[in-house]
């Protein structure tokens, strides 16, 4: 399936959830507290939106443009050191912040006891999703190296004799000839493979990100958005950046990294901006949002945790590169730890 048209699903999921909640009055809280203040919250509201925008627009478009900067160019070790902290924030993101407010959901005292609270449908979900991913990858895999084999069958069914035989007579009895083939095939696939990461990574990102945006938007509490709006910038940032780099290496045209950076820089401030226009009928605590946005955010860590481990950080340690120099994977765990102490510790605020 297209990933534009799981996309419109996934964004209609919350939306249908939020129209058609409504709140047990033992479970809505909502309304309570000292720092209920609606005005004050729709500011700081409004301030969130340009600001994680802005921060997202930053995170995300940085590895695009390290081409004209030579020390972070794909094939340079700061490159693999900035990616490896990136991708200790989505696997922070996924275990400290993701999956934690799944079971706080899913596990709610305004869920009936039976089934939710009698079996951690959170773990489960996430599983399934991890594995969900998994079979995405390998499908999407398939689907790329059969087309390209397909083409390239083609290409060489329409050659015609003498450029067979010219081929055959350059090719026979030269190695170096032959390398160069298998190289070709080699970055082909190393190509697809990044293309497929590119693609299933944002679509992990976009699910959660809409997920916490709603949250946000549909508060009334400013004690509970203010540190909400610095941890999401920070979050977005190096997620951006993390992302960024999965698109950077995937070599997209133009067009296709537009696209790319367009829906993940507004996916939060959009679920923001539905947030506040559905506040007055969307409740945190309404059985069907807490069924609905639990279970979302449960796929997300899985999806999360799994490109973070398998994609992004198993790919590039246990990849050449990295396996041929020690000092560089000493650097690269370094920074996958600074990047899930950052992001761990901005679970204390969000």
Known sequence: MDPRIVLVLLLLSPLTAAVVAESSPECDTSNMGECYDRPKALKLKVIAIATILVASMIGICLPLFSRSVPALSPDRNLFFVVKAFASGVILSTGFMHVLPDSFAMLQSPCLPSNPWQKFPFSAFVAMLSSVATLMLDSFSMSFYSRRHREKVEAMEGGATPTVQMVSAVHTHGHCPSILLETKNDEDNASLRRNRVIAQVLELGIVVHSI????????????????????????????????????????????????????????????????GIGLSNVYSDNSPTALMVIGLLNASSSGLLIYMALVDLLAADFLGHKLQSNVKLQGWGYVAVLLGIGGMSLMAKWA
Do not use: D, W
């Open 211 to 274: 997920v916490i945006g709603l949250s946000m938007g549909a508060s009334q509490n400013p004690c509970t958005i203010r540190p909400l709006v610095a941890a999401l910038c920070f979050h977005q940032f190096f997620e951006g950046m993390g992302l960024g780099g999965c698109i950077l290496q995937a070599e997209y045209g133009f067009g296709m990294k537009a696209i790319m950076v367009f829906f993940f820089a507004t996916t939060t401030p959009f679920g923001v901006a539905l």
